[in-house]
C-alpha cells in the first residue's frame, strides 16, 4: 500500500518527471484518455478542441512512405470518421518509451475493434457478424509544453495487421 501512494505522489509533483516509470506512467495515461475521448468524439467540434489540448500547434503525421500531414490536411479524415460505424474498442499500449533532450520517444501500437456484419461473405457465411481487429505500430514524439506534455508527431512505422474473429 505505502509502494500505490509514493507512486500516486510521485505522479502529483509538478516539474519534469522523475525517471522512465513516471514518464511511461503519465504517457500511458494520456494514451488510454486519447483512445476513449477518441470512442465518444460526435462533432468536428470536439475534434478539434481535443487537438487543440493534447497535441502540438505543429503536429504532424508522418505515413509508412515517408509523406508528412500537418493537422489541417489529416482534419478532414478524423471529421469523416465520425459518420462511420462506431469503434467497440480502442488501446494503444506503450511498447517502448525513449526520453530525449527534446522530449520522451514512444514505440505504441493503436488497436481498434469494431464489430461488423459480413454482407459480401468475405470472411465466412453471409450476413454472419465478426469483430475486426486493426494493430498499427507508431512512433510518437511528445514534448513537454509548461507542465502537461503534448504529442507533437505520429510516424505510422508498420502496416496494419488484420485479425478476423467471432464477436464474443
Given at each position: ?35 476513449q475521448?477518441?470512442l ?16 502540438t ?18 482534419r ?6 465520425l ?34 456484419v ?20 507508431f512512433?510518437d ?6 507542465d ?11 502496416r ?9
Amino acid at each position: 500500500m505505502t509502494h500505490v501512494l509514493l507512486l500516486a505522489a510521485a505522479l502529483l509533483i509538478p516539474g519534469p518527471p522523475a525517471d522512465n516509470f513516471v514518464v511511461q506512467a503519465e504517457l500511458q495515461g494520456l494514451y488510454d484518455e486519447i483512445s476513449q475521448a477518441t470512442l465518444q468524439f460526435a462533432t468536428a467540434t470536439d475534434v478539434d478542441q481535443f487537438h487543440d489540448v493534447f497535441y502540438t500547434p505543429d503536429w504532424v503525421f508522418v505515413d509508412t512512405t515517408g509523406q508528412k500531414r500537418n493537422w489541417s490536411q489529416v482534419r478532414e479524415g478524423a471529421i469523416q470518421a465520425l459518420s462511420s460505424p462506431p469503434l467497440d474498442s480502442m488501446s494503444q499500449p506503450i511498447h517502448k518509451l525513449s526520453v530525449t533532450p527534446e522530449g520522451v520517444t514512444v514505440i505504441v501500437d493503436l488497436t481498434t475493434v469494431r464489430t461488423i456484419v459480413d454482407h459480401e461473405g468475405r470472411y465466412g457465411r453471409k450476413e454472419a457478424s465478426h469483430t475486426l481487429t486493426d494493430t498499427t505500430p507508431f512512433r510518437d514524439r511528445w514534448v513537454r509544453v509548461s507542465d502537461s506534455w503534448r504529442l507533437k508527431s505520429r510516424e505510422q512505422i508498420g502496416r496494419p495487421i488484420e485479425s478476423v474473429g467471432k464477436p464474443e
